[in-house]
Structures are given as structure tokens and as C-alpha cells.
């Protein structure tokens, strides 16, 4: 039986803590209030033990928690606590099964994400022999 890894994190406007649960290979984050209340998750698939693929990201469950650091918070923490580069799927316009595609919010976020280093910029396409 392994550990779940868990984290704390502080968000602003206004000032909360949110909890963090993954599963212990970081497949599946989750986020929740103190009170126990799911936040939503980021959903993760891993490609050769060697990068992760974003695959769902959805933190829409309680109204007011987008664009307040959540998102990051996770995608810091499995980036670092994991040590492999995560990828995000290009916009085609496509739907996959998957649900790696990008709707909604989560183009914006995910290119802000690879502006800031975080996510490896599929614009320049990932490359294993890269530190990221």
C-alpha cells in the first residue's frame, strides 16, 4: 500500500487553504475545500515512464475557484514531486476520447502554463533528449 501524496496550498482572493490529494502516481489530482468538498481535478497519463500528458483539467465543480493559483499549484507539484515534464495536446479542434483536447478555458491556461516553463510548449514539440 503506498502513501497518497497530499499537499496544502494558500490561494487569494479572498485567503483559503485547499487541500490536495493525488494518486500516488499522480495520475489523478484532486482539489478540495477544507470542509472536504471536491474543487475538481487534473487527470494525467504517462507516455513511456517518461512524460506526462495532460489529459483532463477541470476545476469547475463549486463556482469561484478558476484563476485563483489552483491549477498551477497542481501542475507544480506533479511536475517537481514526479521529476518528468508534463505535455498538453495541441488545439486542433478535435474531440479525442481521450479527453486530452483543450476546451473552454483550458487553451489560455494551458498556453500561460507554457509561456511560464510549467508545461513543456508543444508549439516547439517535446523533445526527450530536453531538460525541462
Known amino acids: 500500500m503506498y502513501d497518497v501524496p497530499t499537499k496544502q496550498i494558500t490561494i487569494s482572493n479572498p485567503t483559503e487553504k485547499i487541500n490536495l490529494t493525488a494518486k500516488d502516481d499522480f495520475s489523478k489530482v484532486s482539489a478540495y475545500t477544507t470542509t472536504g468538498k471536491l474543487i475538481g481535478s487534473f487527470e494525467f497519463f504517462c507516455i ?22 489552483i491549477g498551477r499549484s497542481i501542475l507544480e ?8 515534464p508534463i505535455i498538453a495536446s495541441e488545439d486542433t479542434g478535435q474531440q479525442y476520447d481521450d479527453g486530452s483536447h483543450l476546451t473552454g478555458t483550458g487553451l ?3 498556453n500561460k502554463m507554457m509561456d511560464l516553463g510549467i508545461i513543456c510548449d508543444h508549439r516547439d514539440k517535446y523533445d526527450p533528449n530536453e531538460s525541462y
Open 48 to 69: 513511456d515512464e517518461e512524460v506526462l500528458n495532460l489529459r483532463k483539467m477541470f476545476l469547475e465543480e463549486i463556482e469561484g475557484y478558476q484563476r485563483r493559483g
Open 77 to 84: 507539484w506533479v511536475k517537481n514531486d514526479s521529476g518528468m
Open 108 to 110: 489560455p491556461f494551458a
